[in-house]
Antibody, heavy 119, light 107 residues
Framework: QVQLQESGPGLVKLSETLSLTCTVS??????????WSWIRQPPGKGLEWIGY???????NYNPSLKSRVTISVDTSKNQFSLRLTSVTAADTAVYYC???????????WGQGTLVTVSS | DIQMTQSPSSLSASVGDGVTITCRAS??????LNWYQQKPGQAPRLLIY???SLQSGVPPRFSGSGSGTDFTLTITSLQPEDFATYYC?????????FGQGTKLEIK
C-alpha cells in the first residue's frame, strides 16, 4: 500500500520561503507511470493544484504560482519537495502531497499539513 | 484555465436516499473528469476517475457519468459514512482545476 507523509515547518514568516517534503513508502518515486504533486486547501475553502514533478526532473506548475514554486524529486531518498518563495497570508493552507497518475487523477494522498504564514 | 462548477453547493439527505451531484466544465473536457470525497480533517479520497471508472475499494453505490461539459456523481442508498464534501476535478489540461465542492449533510 502506497503511503505519503508530509513534513516541514507549520509556521512560516511573511515574505520567507515555505519548504515541505513528502516521503513516499510502499512505492517508488522513480515510477514511470506517476507524477508527484502538491495541492493546497486554504482553511474552509476548496482545492488548488500547485504543480507536479516527474522523477526525470521535468515539472509543470500552476501559472498562478509558477514564478514562486519549485517541485523536485529525490530518488535516493524516495521523497519529493515543495518550495514556495515570498509567501503571503494567502498562502496559509493545508498542503497535501499526492501521487498523480499520468492520466491526471490523484490516487494517493498524504494526510496534509497546515502551514500558517505569520507576520 | 478550465472552470469547474458544481451544483448544488450543499444538499441534505437521509440515510438510504439517493443523491446526484452535477459538475459542469467551462469547455469540453472529453471524459477527463474525476470525483473525490473529503471528510473533515482528512485528505480527499479518489472515488471515480475518467468520468465513470470506479476506483478500487470504492463501494458500487457510487457511480459517475457524463462527457464533454456535463458530469454527474450519483450515490444510491446513502450510508452514514457518505456524508462529506465532494469535489470534481478536470484532468483534460493543466492547470488541473477542481469544483468548489458540494457538502452533503444528514437531514
Amino acid at each position: 500500500q502506497v503511503q505519503l507523509q508530509e513534513s516541514g515547518p507549520g509556521l512560516v514568516k511573511l515574505s520567507e520561503t515555505l519548504s515541505l517534503t513528502c516521503t513516499v513508502s510502499g512505492g517508488s518515486v522513480s515510477s514511470g507511470s506517476h507524477y508527484w504533486s502538491w495541492i493546497r486547501q486554504p482553511p474552509g475553502k476548496g482545492l488548488e493544484w500547485i504543480g507536479y514533478a516527474f522523477y526525470s526532473g521535468s515539472a509543470n506548475y500552476n501559472p498562478s504560482l509558477k514564478s514562486r514554486v519549485t517541485i523536485s524529486v529525490d530518488t535516493s531518498k524516495n521523497q519529493f519537495s515543495l518550495r514556495l518563495t515570498s509567501v503571503t497570508a494567502a498562502d496559509t493552507a493545508v498542503y497535501y502531497c499526492a501521487r498523480l497518475w499520468r492520466y491526471g487523477y490523484f490516487d494517493y494522498w498524504g494526510q496534509g499539513t497546515l502551514v500558517t504564514v505569520s507576520s | 484555465d478550465i472552470q469547474m462548477t458544481q451544483s448544488p453547493s450543499s444538499l441534505s439527505a437521509s440515510v438510504g436516499d439517493g443523491v446526484t451531484i452535477t459538475c459542469r466544465a467551462s469547455q469540453s473536457i472529453s471524459s477527463d473528469l474525476n470525483w473525490y470525497q473529503q471528510k473533515p480533517g482528512q485528505a480527499p479520497r479518489l472515488l471515480i476517475y475518467a468520468a465513470s471508472s470506479l476506483q478500487s475499494g470504492v463501494p458500487p453505490r457510487f457511480s459517475g457519468s457524463g462527457s464533454g461539459t456535463d458530469f454527474t456523481l450519483t450515490i444510491t442508498s446513502l450510508q452514514p459514512e457518505d456524508f462529506a464534501t465532494y469535489y470534481c476535478q478536470q484532468s483534460y489540461s493543466t492547470p488541473y482545476t477542481f469544483g468548489q465542492g458540494t457538502k452533503l449533510e444528514i437531514k
